[in-house]
Nanobody, 123 residues
Framework: QVQLVESGGGLVQAGGSLRLSCAAS????????MGWVRQAPGKEREFVAG????????VYADSVKGRFTISRDNAKNTVALQMNSLKPEDTAVYYC????????????????WGPGTQVTVSS
């Protein structure tokens, strides 16, 4: 089992940057695929980015490709999401997710979730 806690959210102007971090408990962090999923008010959860457990390869939603970068540090049990060139439509609660594969995260599903962190981008 793993527990996740996000940090780094906040208010930023359009075009700015934020870096989200997710700290995971447990000794088996490296055995989990990790990802970020967001949910805007009145909308369903949307996959943002994922990083595989096997080779660290990454997957991104088309809406954030080229602007966001996901990374993980297995020694520190953390996963980060660097968000650049932020847009008002990026405003959402961002959730850290952990699971065996990235596949379910693409549908807004995962084995484990953090409580979420709010990101607000003003125009």
């Amino acid at each position: 089992q793993v527990q996740l806690v996000e940090s780094g959210g906040g208010l930023v102007q359009a075009g700015g940057s934020l870096r989200l971090s997710c700290a995971a408990s447990g000794r088996t962090f490296s055995s989990y695929a990790m990802g970020w999923v967001r949910q805007a008010p009145g909308k369903e959860r949307e996959f943002v980015a994922g990083i595989k457990r096997s080779d660290g390869s990454t997957v991104y939603a088309d809406s954030v490709k080229g602007r966001f970068t996901i990374s993980r540090d297995n020694a520190k049990n953390t996963v980060a999401l660097q968000m650049n060139s932020l847009k008002p439509e990026d405003t959402a609660v961002y959730y850290c997710a952990a699971g065996m594969t990235i596949g379910p995260m693409r549908m807004g599903l995962s084995d484990y979730w953090g409580p979420g962190t709010q990101v607000t981008v003003s125009s």
